[in-house]
């Protein structure tokens, strides 16, 4: 049995503008390889947004006319900022990749050019 202290996502947590853009990022992340070429990841993010959105209040509220339109325009302001955190998580790897291999192309090249001199 896990205790209640482990639980990472609950339906409370689900339910909040940062438990779905957390789960559309894990879920996204999963899922975008598997994807046709076709679609567009932000079609993808929308769609799984909106799939959460709507299963997480059926699941755990009332649905009623004025929760599903909600749910639908909230889902734009989620697929928003997990692709915003998407971008900027995947800038700053891509930022620290570069200066890597920036570092690792000069010092091939310094020791290129002191070998020539060398010989």
């Known amino acids: 049995?896990?205790?209640?202290?482990?639980?990472?996502?609950?339906?409370?947590?689900?339910?909040?503008?940062t438990g779905?853009?957390?789960?559309?990022?894990?879920i996204t992340h999963f899922i975008k390889d598997?994807?046709?070429d076709?679609?567009?990841?932000?079609?993808?993010?929308?769609?799984?947004?909106?799939?959460i959105m709507f299963?997480?209040?059926?699941?755990?509220?009332?649905?009623?006319?004025?929760?599903?339109?909600?749910?639908?325009l909230n889902s734009f302001m989620v697929a928003a900022a997990a692709m915003g955190n998407y971008e900027i998580l995947t800038s700053k790897t891509k930022i620290r990749m570069m200066k890597e291999l920036e570092k690792e192309i000069s010092q091939k090249t310094e020791d290129e050019i002191k070998k020539n001199f060398e010989m």
């Open 55 to 72: 299963t997480s209040e059926l699941v755990f509220g009332s649905i009623t006319m004025k929760s599903v339109y909600l749910d639908f």
């Open 34 to 36: 598997y994807t046709p």
């Open 1 to 17: 049995m896990v205790s209640e202290g482990f639980d990472l996502i609950t339906g409370d947590f689900l339910m909040t503008f």
């Open 20 to 26: 779905a853009v957390l789960a559309t990022n894990i």
């Open 38 to 51: 076709y679609l567009d990841k932000k079609i993808i993010t929308l769609l799984v947004v909106v799939s």
